[in-house]
C-alpha cells in the first residue's frame, strides 16, 4: 500500500509540473503533499505493528492508516482530474512524464466522448428535466486505472522496452 501511495504522488506531481492551470496545480500539490505524509505515517506503523506483534490497536491503528491513505489517493486523482481537464503543458522529455501525460490524454479524451455521446442522447424529458434512471457515470481516472488489467497499464507503447518501473507500471 505504501509503494502504491509512492505511485500515486509522483503521478500527482509530474502532473502538477505540467498543469497550465496555477491554482490546479496547487492543489494537487497539496494533495501529493498530504498523501506522502499519510503514506509515510502508514510505513511507520506497519513497521511497528511488525515487530510488536499482533494487537488490536495497532491493528486498528493500521486499518485507520489505509483508510486515510485511501481517501488522500481520492483526493489526489480528484484534483488530477481538473488539471487535466485545465490542461497540460508542453509534451515532457521524460519517459516517464510522457507516460503520465498519454494515460491522462486518454482520460481526457474518454471524458469527452462521454460528454459527446451523452449530450447525442440528451437524457431529458419533454420539459427538459433531467432523468434520473439511465444516465451514466462520467469515466473518471479511478475508474480508468482499475478497469485496466495490470500488465495493460504500460501506456504508452514503447518500442523499446525501458529498465525499472515507470510511475503507470505499478498497479494503483
Keep these: 500500500m505504501v509503494s502504491d501511495g509512492q505511485v500515486v ?4 506531481k509530474i502532473l502538477a509540473k505540467h498543469c497550465l492551470d496555477q ?3 496547487m492543489e494537487l500539490l497539496r494533495a501529493t503533499e498530504h498523501t506522502q505524509s499519510i503514506s509515510s505515517q502508514l510505513g ?3 513497521r511497528v505493528k511488525a515487530v510488536t506483534g499482533e494487537s ?6 493500521l486499518l485507520s492508516n489505509v483508510q486515510n491513505l485511501l481517501q488522500a489517493v481520492q483526493h489526489v486523482l480528484r484534483a488530477a482530474e481538473a ?10 522529455a521524460d519517459p516517464e512524464e510522457e507516460e503520465v501525460a498519454a494515460f491522462c490524454q486518454q482520460w481526457r479524451k474518454s471524458l469527452t466522448q462521454h460528454r459527446a455521446k451523452e449530450a447525442l442522447n440528451s437524457a431529458r424529458d419533454e420539459l427538459g428535466l433531467r432523468k434520473t434512471g439511465g444516465a ?6 479511478m475508474s480508468l486505472v482499475q478497469e485496466q488489467p495490470p500488465q495493460s497499464r504500460n501506456i504508452p507503447k514503447h518500442p523499446s522496452p ?8 505499478r498497479h494503483l
Design 9 to 12: 504522488i509522483k503521478f500527482g
Design 23 to 25: 491554482r490546479c496545480s
Design 44 to 46: 511507520i506503523v506497519a
Design 56 to 61: 488490536r490497536a495497532s491493528s486498528e491503528l
Design 83 to 92: 488539471a487535466c481537464v485545465k490542461g497540460l503543458g508542453q509534451t515532457p
Design 136 to 141: 451514466k457515470a462520467e469515466p473518471t481516472l
Design 162 to 169: 525501458r529498465k525499472g518501473h515507470t510511475v503507470m507500471d
